[in-house]
């Protein structure tokens, strides 16, 4: 059986969350800034790829993920309060990064890091929510192909250097772009909304 082809996909859509029956927007990409990917690396979801690596430049989708296809139930387990200490930097509270609402980086005891959210910032700690922020709820993407080749040997490497280096994507929420800036600009893979 032949191996699957690294796709190289480009792709302009909107995307909603579903709950009982209202679509609410909840990212936008744009034809001129597309989310850019290739396929196989998990850097996006993997029902969201298998819904559109087979269709051509220019054709248009509209499809429903299911909360399992997506990011799953949300887990009440995946809050947790904080000691303030974890977030000292020279000797003082980091409030200027760790503010409620704020989408932050943490590392687990395995050095392996993951997003969370602050949900609170008290005098006996913060309480943040390791949850997707899309946990619990249907996605429909709507939107374009703008771009469906094999992916290059130089673009495949590329992608292994930006996977070792963190989630390899363009995301400016996930490479130091503007985190007050989540709700209406993402890049599907998962990483980068807050």
Not at 51 to 79: C, H, M, R, W
Not at 134 to 143: P, Q, R, S, W
């Amino acid at each position: 059986m032949d191996k699957p082809q690294n796709r190289y996909l480009a792709v302009a859509y909107k995307l909603y969350s579903v709950a009982d029956g209202m679509k609410s927007l909840e990212e936008m990409t744009h034809e001129n800034h597309p989310f850019q990917f290739i396929s196989g690396f998990g850097v996006s979801l993997d029902a969201f790829e298998q819904n559109i690596v087979a269709l051509q430049k220019g054709a248009k989708f509209d499809f429903t993920l299911s909360k399992e296809e997506a990011f799953g139930e949300y887990d009440p387990e995946g809050v947790h309060k904080l000691q303030r200490e974890v977030f000292v930097v020279n000797d003082r509270f980091d409030g200027e990064h760790i503010y409620e609402g704020a989408i932050i980086t943490l590392t687990d005891e395995d050095d392996r890091r993951f997003m969370a959210r602050v949900i609170e910032v008290a005098d006996d700690g913060v309480t943040v929510d390791t949850n997707h922020p899309l946990a619990g709820k249907e996605l429909n993407f709507i939107g374009e192909i703008i771009e469906n080749r094999e992916a290059t040997n130089e673009e495949i490497q590329m992608m292994l250097n930006k996977l070792s280096e963190g989630c390899g994507c363009d995301c400016e929420d996930c490479h130091g772009g503007d985190s007050n800036n989540h709700d209406h600009h993402g890049c599907g893979c998962g990483h980068c909304h807050g």
